[in-house]
């Protein structure tokens, strides 16, 4: 089944330690985003990546960063995890980097202790 | 600055029919999109307009005033499994989402 997968599900990891989230997705879409969500908040952009090779900041890029080095994979890296950075995060991809819709995957849910 | 907002929480009544309204700013516009999102799962994309007007697809409809800087989802015939949280997005002019809050919506029998 097409679509968008995230790994891990979920993922407790202790204060100072490094750890990638990976996405992959096999619809061939151009864009891929990452969002964190979090109670009484909407969801947040990360980075976004419009096409393979080009990454950019979102709202609240501070303590991660990405890489797209082709077109189905976007990972998601904090170098240095703290506890403010325990939450649900969001992997999405769109067909292009305009106004169409966003699919998303299942999320990682991440607790930082 | 940018902002979305829409109510915290609804309640209505199965087989009733609920609004959800939703108010944006955004730097710029290129459209506003619905989702729904069940507890402990993805959003999944519901709907989008960009011209004003009433958007209708089977049980959801989706409206939009860009005058006002105001939305609603319209839900219909009410089931159980209607029971989700349902967020609402603005797209600024960078081709950027702005997500409120989302409104949880509660079905009862």
């Known amino acids: 089944i097409a679509g968008i997968t995230q790994a891990p599900t979920s993922q407790i990891l202790a204060a100072g330690r490094r750890m990638t989230l990976r996405c992959t997705q096999d619809?061939?879409?151009?864009?891929m985003y990452w969002y964190r969500q979090d109670l009484g908040l909407g969801l947040r952009l990360i980075h976004y990546s419009n096409t393979a090779g080009t990454t950019g900041k979102g709202e609240v890029p501070d303590g991660y960063s990405v890489s797209r080095a082709n077109t189905d994979d976007f990972p998601l890296t904090l170098a240095s995890a703290v506890p403010s950075q325990t939450s649900v995060y969001f992997c999405?991809?769109?067909?292009?980097?305009?106004?169409?819709?966003?699919?998303f995957g299942d999320g990682t849910r991440l607790s930082i202790l | 600055g940018q902002n979305i907002d829409q109510p915290t929480e609804m309640t209505a009544t199965e087989g009733a029919i609920v609004q959800i309204n939703c108010t944006y700013q955004t730097s710029g516009f290129n459209g506003l999109f619905w989702y729904q999102q069940h507890a402990g799962e993805a959003p999944t994309f519901l709907s989008y307009?960009?011209l004003d007007g009433l958007e209708e697809k089977g049980r959801f409809s989706s409206f939009l005033s860009r005058s006002k800087g105001y939305s609603y989802l319209l839900l219909k015939e009410l089931q159980m499994k209607d029971s989700a949280s349902y967020l609402c997005?603005?797209?600024?002019?960078?081709?950027?989402?702005?997500w409120g809050a989302g409104t949880k919506l509660i079905i009862k029998p």
């Open positions: 307009n960009v």
């Open positions: 999405a991809s769109s067909d292009s980097a305009d106004n169409q819709p966003q699919h």
């Open positions: 997005a603005g797209m600024d002019s960078n081709y950027q989402l702005i």
């Open positions: 619809m061939r879409h151009n864009a």
